[in-house]
DNA sequence: TTCTCTACTGTGAACGCTCACAGAAGCATG
DNA sequence: CATGCTTCTGTGAGCGTTCACAGTAGAGAA
């Protein structure tokens, strides 16, 4: 009685139901399937009415089977999950993949990578040819799982610049030194002269780039580097109020400081608050990222915005070019400067 | 030269390679991967060995095909996913949730069905068997991809209590009127009398349950609900802003607002600071989530802790018993108070 | 000894698909 | 009229695994 197309249905129709309802052979139907090469006009009307009709979907694992492809790609975060995972730019990274790769069709399998052992589990799951390429997500230089994938010829995509990894590695990235360089520009301009600067880690390539620019543009503008002004941070908002407050012991004269990360603006942010400084007017505040700390931090922080959309839909396009065949790629994709508060 | 076990594999190596290397059948091999049962210990052992030998990793597409499982799951956002993504509680549930997938070596695939068109692809894949089971976020009234999962009898857990869908649904959820008891009464104990309430939208079960528990203890204490002290919001910032301005008209004697969320308290406390009221000491604040916009809020808001790494883990647990032909079940989650520098 | 029962093992036969190949047209060229 | 070429189609084989079944060996009971 009920025997309509919805329902509880036990068997899905396989490809052999759909020749028998086009009238043509299962290679007929595999080849409509597969880009309709070689498949007359005729042939290939049917075949797509008997898929509507019988509500056929492709069984990607007898596929699979067969050609070796797994037709799925891997997300891989190897970072300390906190950081990236509080970090909401990664969610935008995480959606745009997600849908940059559902727009063609291919899942994506959330993988982290937190203890040795998901590690291990997770470098087997991948070189076993269960995924067909992997996003990564890793600033760690000399990250073995990455560094494994790459020996074993899985095509890979770092989001930004990876260390330690031959050339071979595919990445996309938002051109750091450019950004810094903006920014800097940006403080020079409203004359400002003693610009201090708060970097990120300088063993990942963004803190090593972003400080660069610093000092491009102050050599650019004639100015010598004055190593008082220069302190290192880690990214999070303490080592910005430390780093703050080793600035404003050492060059109390300061009047901007560029900041590598929005966290660690607020903790500049803060440490300036305490030493009576007024932001901008005494002194003025760059930070990068714009993440939501930008807005949130009193006054809104003037900041470099990365294009996170833009890099995940790179990314996706390189890895699938890469997992037809093409050769690894890098992308420097440009910042843009966004104005507020702080300056 | 080289042909040790690192560098280029061609041909992953197959279930015959482990039986021949281990001198058994195809049979016993498969029997020792799926449990062990009626294998003798001689045997197991010499198959353990020769799978460490030779690297082998099960072909999870062959595996499928033939038992009709893909041993993985979908995590499944049909919300308006800016909404979700900017909640850093998400990114804990989504963690969560893998790793407690990873922990049984089922891989999760993310699905986000924004448009309709995702929707229906989404929905297709689902059904035609591509995962075993969904964890399903969504508090759409009403959502069409979980009606259409629910009826073609596919494994399913919500988080939060799904409306509309049929008692045959799972889910898992903070016990929100519990929580919003304990605030009020929080707010009660610090001597406040007049307790204003921001409502979440009153079209989903959070909504209703944390005003449910607000009437709840206010009646307890004998106290009359006063309707004027009501007032609704929908999650927003810029919506906890305006009800607190209609609060402050109808009942300038307010001296307390419990808000249902965080980022609405954060738009309460904008208000009541523009109008000259100072938090504590004129109006305790209290919000509901613990979000990182109740630390970044000043002050500092009290507020109520949902458990999203255990609600993860229990919705993990909830799928594969429900996977393991176990019925759908219901768990409710206990609430944690808070107390910061807002009350 | 013979029988039965249990514990274990090996062997086709699938699962649903793609791929290589063989063949059948249709049509122009020699 | 044969020959070649292009375009299209059907068929068998096989991907790597599990499952059902048949079978073997050893222990215990008759």
Redesign the pocket.
Known sequence: MTMGNTGGRR?PP???DVAREAG?????V??V??GGH???P??AQAVDAAIRKTGYV??RH??S???GRSDSVGFLLTEPQERFFEDPNFNVLLRGCTQALAAHDVPLLLMLAGTDDERRRITRYITAGHVDGVLLVSSHSGDPVAEELRAAGVPLVACGKPIGLGSKVSYVAADDRDGARDMVRHLLALGRRRIGVVTGPLDTPGGVERLAGYKEVLREAGMEIDERLVVSGDYSRASGEAGAERLLARAPDVDAVFVASDLMAQGVLTALHRAGRRVPEDVAVGGFDDSPAAVAASPELTTIRQPWDRISTEMVRVLLAQMGGEDPAAVILPTELVKREST
Chains 1, 2 share one sequence.
């Open positions: 068997k396989t490809i052999h043509v052979s299962r290679g007929t595999s080849r399937l597969n070689y498949v007359s005729a042939a492709v069984n007898a596929r089977l067969i050609t």
